[in-house]
């Protein structure tokens, strides 16, 4: 069965709304989890490190201020998109250790 | 440096026959080689891994060849099936506990029966 779980799977929001997801490993403590950002028919790419317990760190170009993300305990992280817009819309994956992707999270910002 | 190169962009392969798929990278630092396969709307999912002192992994119907000389590694699928009709991502790890992967672009592969 999956071992990183998040939800929602699918979420649609209106442009300026805030959306948050989450992103739970469920056989294992996770001090470092990732979150990626992939659009259609490419790669995944590194948004931000997510560490338990301590402030994430963000890729080059990501705005930290728009991606929130909070990793209070050793299971779950989440990434909450502030003041969304259309081009936030892409799909939104996490990771526990590089063995264990979540199923993704598919955001539409209308 | 951080960049891993992947190729073909896409394949399309005859049921039964070997579908592969090349990756090329710089940074000698990279300490861990895994292939991912992903379907549409799904998150990847690992399917094989190789790290730079072997040349050879198999699992299965899946092969990693690694040259570590020449810094590519790629992956063959025998006996290609329609079900493996896919998305495939090479990645490297750097060598530090924590650390996140570079992956590839992506190979869109398509078996025909």
């Known amino acids: 069965g999956a071992v990183v779980s998040q939800h929602p799977s699918w979420v649609i929001c209106k442009s300026g709304t805030s959306v948050k997801i989450e992103c739970r490993s469920l056989?294992?403590?996770?001090?470092?989890m990732f979150w990626y950002r992939q659009f259609p028919k490419q790669s995944l790419m590194l948004m931000a490190t997510s560490n338990e317990g301590s402030k994430a760190t963000y890729e080059q170009g990501v705005e930290k201020d728009k991606f929130l993300i909070n990793h209070a305990s050793l299971t779950l992280s989440t990434l909450t998109v502030t003041s969304a817009h259309p081009e936030d819309s892409s799909f939104y994956i996490c990771?526990?250790?590089?063995?264990?992707f979540g199923p993704g999270t598919r955001l539409t910002v209308l | 440096q951080q960049q891993v190169k992947q190729s073909p962009q896409s394949l399309i392969v005859q049921k039964g026959g070997i579908s592969i798929i090349n990756c090329a990278y710089e940074n000698t630092a990279f300490d861990y080689f895994p292939w991912y396969q992903q379907f549409p709307g799904k998150g990847p999912a690992l399917l094989i891994a190789?790290?730079?002192?072997?040349s050879e992994k198999k699992e299965g119907r899946f092969t990693i060849s690694f040259n570590k000389s020449a810094k590519q590694f790629s992956l063959h699928i025998m006996d290609s099936q329609p079900g493996d009709s896919a998305t495939y991502f090479c990645?490297?790890?750097?060598?530090?506990?924590?650390?996140?992967?570079?992956f590839g672009k992506g190979t869109t592969l398509s078996v025909s029966s």
């Open positions: 990771s526990a250790t590089w063995r264990f």
């Open positions: 056989d294992f403590q996770a001090t470092t």
């Open positions: 190789i790290r730079p002192d072997v």
């Open positions: 990645a490297a790890r750097l060598s530090q506990a924590g650390t996140a992967l570079i």
